[in-house]
C-alpha cells in the first residue's frame, strides 16, 4: 500500500509506526531520532498522499476508517488467482528478456574509456576477474604479518599468502543471490557488472531470469525523486517493454537479476535516501538475485542479507589474457607488452589495475614501446586517478577535502610518499598517515591551529583519497599502504625535485648504493629540468666507494689499459665493464669453480677479439654468463674446447698448443666433482681436489697471463668484493640515468661517460 501510494522511505516508516503498530507520537519522533515538529511534517505528507485534506485531528481518524475498508475488502484467495500460473510466468520473462536486448546492448555491450577513439564489444575485451572472500578493509593483521607477506621483488602484496584466497568472480555470482561487489577505482566492477547483465542476457548465466541494469548515479537525479520500483517500471515502459503488471509479476516471483551499479558515484545530499530505497526494494522483493558495486572505501552502509566480496587485482595469467585480447589483431604486440612488462616491474605494478593496463596498451598500441622517460606514463596515470577518471564521466563527488586544489592534493601525497618512503615504510598505519597529513596541512593558508580540528581534517582526508582516487588502500584494519609502490615512489621523487635545496640533493646522492632508492633516482634524474648537476654528484659518490682501496683501484687501472690495448669500436668504457666483470666472476672459493671461472673468462676474452663488438649494458651483466649451478666439469671441459677453438681461428698458435696440453694433462673430474656429494667425506675430498687442481690452476692462470693478460688472482676480500658489486651496480645506474631521456648538456653527458669505471688517480698498475 505505501508503494501504491508513493511514500518516501522517511513517510513508509512513519506510516508503519502509526498505523502499523499504533505508537504515540512522541514515541514515534523519539525512535526515529526527529523532533515532533519534523514528525508532524511527515503525517501532514503522508495525508496528502492519501488525498485527505482538511485540518486538525479529524485526519487521523479518517485516514484509519479508511485503511479499515480497505483490510475489509481484502481477499488472500483472490489475491491468489491474480498470481501468474507458471507457464504463463515463463512465458512474461521470455517477453521482457527479448524486448529488452535492445537497450540492454546498448547500455552494457560496449566500453569506451580514457583517450579510446571509439568503443569497442564489451565481450571482445573482457577478462576474467577474481574476487577476494573477505574485503581487506575488514581484516585485522598486525603490521609484522602484513610486511612479512610483501614481496619486493613482485613489487605487490600477496593477499593469498595473508589467508585470503581468491575466487572466480563467475563463481561468486552463482554462489551468492545477493552481492556487494567493492573495488578500487579502475578495478573492473561496472565492466563485471555489464558482462553478467549480458551473459544472462544471452542465456549463458541465469537464463531464467530477466537481468535489470541500473545506474544508481541517474536514479538519484532522477525527477521528483521516484521510488526504485517506480523508476524500474519507467524504464521498462519508456521503450515499450511489457507493462507494469507484467513487470511485477517477475519482481514479486524471483525472476529477475537486479543489477545497481556505483552507489559510490550518487552525491552525499543523495545517498541516504538511495540507500534506503535499495534496502526497502531489496527486502521487497527478496527473492531475486540483486549484485550492488560500489568503490570499497565508499562502504558507509551496510545491506544485511549481502555478502560482500573485493575485486582483486590483476595477476600475471590476466595481464596476459588482457593484453592479448586488446591487440588481437597484432599479436606481436601482445607479446612485446608482456615482454616490456616483464623487464620494468614499476610499469608491470601498475598493470594489475584493469584502468591503468588500458592505459598502457594505449600509449604502448602507438610506437610498440613505452616512454624512455617512466615519469611521463606515472603522471598520466595518477592525473587518470585524481583528475579524469571521473571528470570524463561526469561524476562529482563530496569534496570533504574541496579547500585543497589539485596542486595542494598532488603536493600533499608527495609529502607522504616521501615521508614514508625515506623511513623504509611501504605499509603504514593510520594514525601515522594521518599525522605526515596533518604535519602538511597545518602549514597551508587558512589551516586550523586547532589539534583537535587538524585530527578530524586528516581523517577525513585519508578517507576521501582512499575513496575518490584509490591512491591510499586500506589493507587490513587501520593499515594503509599506496596504492602501487610505483606511485609511491613517482611521488617521493616529485617531491625531491620540488625541494631545490643542495642538501637533498647530497642527500639522495649518498642513497645510491641502496636498491630500493634506484628507481626512484632515475626518477628524479628524469623530472630535473636540467641534470647535470645531480648526475655529476652521483658520478662522485660513486667514485668516492673504492677511491681510497688501492687493490680496486689497480683492478680499475687494469681494466682500463686492457680497454686501451683492445681495438674495439664500442664505447672503451663497455670493454672496462667486461673486464671488470670477468675480474669478479673468477673469485671462487673451490679449486673446480676457479678453474671453470677462468675457463670462462678465456673464452669470452678470446670471443670479444673475434667480435671486436659490446656495448656497455650487456658489459655491466656479464656476471650473468658465469652462471656456475650446472656441472662444473661438463662447463669446464666445454669452455677448454671451445678456447681452443678460438685461438686457433684468430692464429694465436702458441696459445693453442698450450691449450691443448693443458686439456691433455686435465686432472680427474670424479675427483673435483665428488666433494659436491659424499658429505661422510667433504673435508678430505675439499683437501685433495685442492692438491690435484693446484698446480693445472697455476699453469692455467699463467698461461692467459702471458697470452691474454687476463686471469690476475686479486684475491680480493669480502668487504672489497662488496664494495666492487656496489661500485658496478652504481655505474650502472648512472648509465640507465642517461638513458632515460633525461636533459643534460652534451658536455657534461660526455664527461661523465668517459669517466665511467675508470680509476681515481691515474693508472696504478703497469701491465705492458
Not at 573477505?134 to 598486525?142: A, G, T
Amino acid at each position: 500500500m505505501s508503494i501504491d501510494r508513493q511514500l518516501s522511505p522517511d513517510q513508509e516508516r512513519v506510516f508503519l509506526l502509526k498505523f502499523g503498530e499504533d505508537l504515540a507520537d512522541a514515541t514515534i519522533a523519539s525512535q526515529l531520532q526527529i523532533s515532533e515538529e519534523a514528525y508532524r511534517k511527515r503525517m501532514g505528507e503522508i495525508y496528502k498522499k492519501f488525498d485527505i485534506e482538511g485540518k486538525g485531528p479529524g485526519k487521523q481518524n479518517r485516514l484509519l476508517r479508511w485503511l479499515q475498508a480497505q483490510l475489509n475488502d481484502y481477499d488472500p484467495q483472490s489475491e491468489q488467482s491474480k498470481k501468474p500460473q507458471h507457464t504463463d510466468l515463463d512465458a512474461i520473462v521470455k517477453k521482457l528478456r527479448q524486448g529488452s536486448q535492445g537497450i540492454l546492448r546498448e547500455r552494457c555491450g560496449t566500453m569506451r574509456v580514457l583517450d579510446m577513439s571509439y568503443p569497442i564489444n564489451l565481450e571482445d575485451i573482457y577478462t576474467n576477474v577474481d574476487v577476494l572472500e573477505k574485503v581487506s578493509s575488514q581484516r585485522r593483521f598486525d603490521l609484522s604479518d602484513i610486511v612479512t607477506g610483501y614481496s619486493p621483488i613482485h613489487r605487490r602484496l600477496r593477499l593469498s599468502d595473508l589467508g585470503d584466497g581468491r575466487i572466480s568472480a563467475m563463481e561468486a555470482l552463482k554462489r551468492h543471490e545477493k552481492l556487494f561487489v567493492l573495488g578500487k577505482p579502475g578495478a573492473g566492477k561496472t565492466t563485471l557488472l555489464r558482462y553478467t547483465v549480458m551473459q544472462c542476457m544471452q542465456g549463458t548465466m541465469f537464463a531464467h531470469l530477466l537481468p535489470i541494469f541500473i545506474t544508481l548515479r541517474q536514479f538519484a537525479i532522477a525527477e521528483y525523486q521516484p521510488r526504485l520500483q517506480e523508476y524500474v517500471v519507467q524504464e521498462f515502459s519508456n521503450y515499450d517493454i511489457g507493462d507494469e503488471s507484467e513487470l511485477l509479476s517477475i519482481l514479486r516471483n524471483g525472476r529477475a537479476l537486479i543489477v545497481l551499479d556505483g552507489l559510490d558515484e550518487v552525491k552525499e545530499e543523495e545517498i541516504y535516501r538511495v540507500t534506503e530505497e535499495i534496502r526497502s526494494f531489496s527486502e521487497q522483493f527478496y527473492a531475486n538475485r540483486f549484485i550492488i558495486s560500489s568503490r570499497i572505501a565508499s562502504q558507509q552502509y551496510i545491506f544485511e542479507k549481502f555478502a560482500e566480496l573485493e575485486v582483486a587485482d590483476f595477476d600475471a595469467a590476466q595481464i596476459l589474457m588482457f593484453a592479448t585480447k586488446w591487440f588481437s589483431h597484432r599479436h606481436d604486440y601482445a607479446e612485446r607488452l608482456i615482454h616490456k612488462l616483464e623487464q620494468n616491474p614499476p610499469i608491470e605494478e601498475l598493470a594489475t589495475n584493469p584502468l591503468l593496463l588500458t592505459l598502457l596498451c594505449l600509449v604502448f598500441a602507438e610506437s610498440g614501446e613505452f616512454p624512455n622517460n617512466r615519469s611521463e606514463i606515472y603522471k598520466e596515470g595518477l592525473d587518470i586517478l585524481l583528475k579524469k577518471w571521473d571528470a570524463k564521466r561526469n561524476i562529482e563527488r563530496q569534496q570533504i577535502y574541496k579547500k585543497l586544489s589539485t596542486q595542494r592534493k598532488e603536493g600533499l601525497l608527495s609529502h607522504v610518499a616521501l615521508t614514508t618512503f625515506s623511513q623504509g615504510e611501504y605499509f603504514f598505519r593510520q594514525d601515522r598517515l594521518e599525522q605526515a597529513i596533518i604535519d602538511y596541512i597545518r602549514n597551508l593558508p587558512n589551516a586550523s591551529s586547532d589539534p583537535e580540528m587538524l585530527q578530524l581534517d586528516g581523517e577525513a582526508i585519508v578517507k576521501a583519497i582512499e575513496a575518490q582516487h584509490g591512491l591510499l588502500v586500506e589493507r587490513a584494519r587501520s593499515i594503509y599502504s599506496f596504492s602501487h609502490l610505483t606511485f609511491q615512489e613517482y611521488l617521493a621523487a616529485r617531491e625531491l625535485v620540488d625541494r631545490s635545496d643542495p642538501q637533498t640533493r647530497n642527500d639522495l646522492a649518498t642513497r645510491i648504493t641502496q636498491p630500493r632508492w634506484h628507481d626512484v633516482i632515475l626518477l628524479v634524474v628524469s623530472m630535473l629540468r636540467c641534470a647535470d648537476d645531480f648526475l655529476l654528484l652521483l658520478k662522485q659518490q660513486t667514485d668516492a666507494l673504492i677511491a681510497t682501496d688501492q687493490k680496486l683501484q689497480e683492478l680499475l687501472s687494469w681494466a682500463n689499459q686492457k680497454a686501451t690495448a683492445i681495438d674495439v669500436p664500442s664505447q672503451p668504457q663497455a670493454v672496462r665493464a667486461f673486464y671488470i666483470a670477468l675480474a669478479r666472476a673468477s673469485h671462487q672459493t673451490e679449486a673446480i669453480g676457479i678453474a671453470h671461472a677462468l675457463a670462462r673468462m678465456l673464452v669470452l676474452d678470446l670471443d670479444l677479439a673475434r667480435n671486436l663488438s659490446l656495448k656497455l649494458e650487456l658489459a655491466l651483466d656479464l656476471a650473468k654468463a658465469f652462471d656456475l649451478n650446472t656441472d662444473p666439469g661438463l662447463d669446464l671441459e666445454l669452455d677448454l674446447n671451445l678456447a681452443l677453438e678460438y685461438a686457433a681461428e684468430l692464429e694465436m698458435d702458441a696459445l693453442a698448443t698450450s691449450l691443448a696440453q693443458m686439456m691433455a694433462s686435465l686432472p680427474q673430474l670424479e675427483t673435483a666433482t665428488s666433494a659436491n656429494h659424499d658429505s661422510d667425506h667433504s673435508d678430505h675430498c675439499d683437501h685433495s681436489s685442492a692438491i690435484t687442481w693446484e698446480p693445472w690452476i697455476a699453469q692455467l692462470r699463467q698461461l692467459m697471463i702471458e697470452h691474454c693478460q687476463i686471469g690476475y688472482d686479486w684475491s680480493l676480500n669480502d668487504r672489497q668484493l662488496e664494495l666492487l658489486r656496489q661500485y658496478v651496480e652504481a655505474n650502472r645506474l648512472i648509465v640507465d640515468c642517461l638513458a632515460s631521456d633525461c636533459y643534460v648538456t652534451q658536455s657534461v653527458r660526455k664527461q661523465i661517460e668517459q669517466g665511467l669505471l675508470l680509476a681515481t688517480i691515474g693508472d696504478r698498475l703497469n701491465l705492458y
